[in-house]
């Protein structure tokens, strides 16, 4: 075990020992960065537990590098240094390094290492709860039940923990999850929507989504899953986790699909890092309207009639009220969820016509590629899991929008500012959809000229009058 890793990076940022005075200053490093230099993981954040005001620590640890200090609760304040590097410090409050170790998460969280020791080199590690023990054994194991009670969040926090290390989860914790999931209702949104997230950040997430299912925990936040069980005698949660497992597959690139030739559009779309666990969760979710949606004909066939509409009506509410989700956030979930259907719909359409294409992507706007991920994915969680159709489907979309693209460097007839200054017209949704079709227009050559562009326009308004 080197733990000498912890002081070269620490000397790599720059971290004034001399805050810290001699050994009768009591600084230990705790947690996080104690796991992961064993473990051999990149290592950006530092916890520190002290003697003495953890608050005062951090804002002199703050002044000396030059860098941002930001109170947290109690005793405790955080430091950001080059927008890379985190250090937060906490009072032990009068209490020893070991009990202050007994009252954190799990055990492989609850070592330390005396900040003086690990100057000079020696690497004694304060470790009560067998944290190593459990290190060694890729084992995710609470310090005590009452610490998933004093902070419920840590429910979520476990299966966080197995996902992002690849650890299995002790049985005495799962049975501890399961018996305390309810405490998870009095969890602020933000915080519960955090830990979605890192979750779902990992590459094999639905492993852990199906174990939440499993004790309980999924329904705890989700409870619209659990009717999705049994819904018309089918396992439609079954379906959605599968259908998480399949678009997993397809992003790593262990399933082989049209879109390992789609890099660049790929790169693109998932630029803004929230979009992957954003896009994942909207493939969990993607059938969550079909339980009231549920009808059968009198040969009894099963219909779902409408439930893309229904799922984006549920998921505003949950998403915006429950878990706290920004604007941004929630329009990207439930956009996908409503148009899921559409890729399925045009892939059996006998002709694809350019205007349908073009509606496509006005109606997905950037959630286009996610849509078609989605369609893909829930195509191959489906019995036959046929996706010819949505192959050759998404093939001539790129090409179109590809060459769409190419003809858009061609300078536009008319822009906004001419409907402004010449009509007085104000920006409005017909405003938009002006400038779309004279767009279409010149795109399939119908027009040609900035009159013949001026001269649609106007006869748009006359219609728009009627």
């Not at 990076?9 to 600084?27: A, I, T």
């Not at 690139?253 to 559009?265: D, I, M, N, Q």
């Not at 969820?337 to 073009?358: C, D, F, N, S």
Request: glycine fraction near 8%; hydrophobic fraction near 40%.
């Amino acid at each position: 075990m080197d733990l000498g890793r912890l002081r070269v990076k620490l000397e790599e940022v720059g971290v004034p020992f001399e805050l810290f005075g001699n050994k009768r200053s009591r600084v230990y490093l705790v947690g996080g960065c104690i796991r992961d230099a064993i473990l051999g993981r990149e290592i950006t954040d530092f916890d520190f537990a002290v003697e003495g005001s953890g608050m005062k620590y951090a804002q002199l640890f703050s002044e000396k590098l030059d860098a941002t200090f930001v109170p947290l609760k109690l005793d405790e304040g955080r430091v950001v240094y080059r927008k890379t590097w985190t250090f937060d410090f906490s009072g032990l409050g009068g209490h020893d390094i070991e009990k202050n170790l007994w009252k954190r998460d799990f055990t492989i969280n609850a070592m330390a290492i005396e900040l003086w020791d690990l100057l000079q080199g020696e690497w004694r590690l304060t470790d009560p709860t067998s944290g190593l023990k459990d290190l060694r054994s890729k084992r995710i194991r609470m310090t005590g039940e009452q610490s998933l009670v004093e902070d419920p969040v840590r429910i979520l926090r476990t299966y966080r923990f197995a996902s992002q290390l690849d650890f299995t989860i002790d049985v005495e914790t799962l049975r501890a999850v399961s018996r305390h999931k309810r405490l998870l209702t009095g969890v602020a949104g933000e915080r519960i929507c955090h830990e979605v997230f890192l979750i779902l950040h990992t590459g094999k997430s639905w492993r852990w989504v199906e174990e939440m299912a499993e004790s309980g925990v999924l329904f705890a936040l989700l409870p619209e899953l659990d009717v999705m069980k049994t819904c018309a005698e089918l396992d439609l949660l079954h379906h959605s986790i599968l259908s998480l497992k399949e678009l997993e597959a397809i992003l790593s690139g262990e399933r082989k699909t049209v879109f390992g030739a789609l890099e660049s559009e790929l790169r693109r779309y998932f630029s803004w890092k929230a979009r992957k666990p954003l896009l994942k969760l909207a493939t969990l979710l993607h059938d969550i309207g079909k339980p009231g949606t549920f009808s059968a004909d009198e040969r009894g066939g099963i219909h779902f009639y409408g439930h893309d509409t229904l799922g984006q009506e549920l998921l505003s509410a949950i998403l915006k009220e429950r878990l706290r989700m920004s604007k941004r956030e929630i329009e990207t979930i439930t956009r996908s969820v409503r148009y899921h259907m559409r890729p399925h719909l045009l892939g059996r359409e006998k002709e694809l016509t350019q205007r349908a294409m073009r509606r496509f992507f006005t109606d997905l706007g950037e959630e286009w590629l996610g849509v078609l991920l989605l369609a893909f994915a829930d195509a191959l969680a489906t019995e036959n899991g046929g996706v010819s159709q949505l192959e050759d489907l998404t093939s001539r979309l790129v090409n179109f929008r590809r060459e769409v693209e190419r003809k858009a460097k061609v300078e536009r007839l008319i822009r906004g500012t001419d409907l402004i200054d010449e009509l007085h017209l104000q920006p409005g949704p017909l405003f938009r959809r002006i400038l779309e079709r004279v767009e279409e227009e010149q795109l399939e050559g119908t027009i040609r000229s900035r009159e013949e562009a001026m001269e649609l326009v106007r006869k748009i308004l006359e219609e728009s009058d009627q």
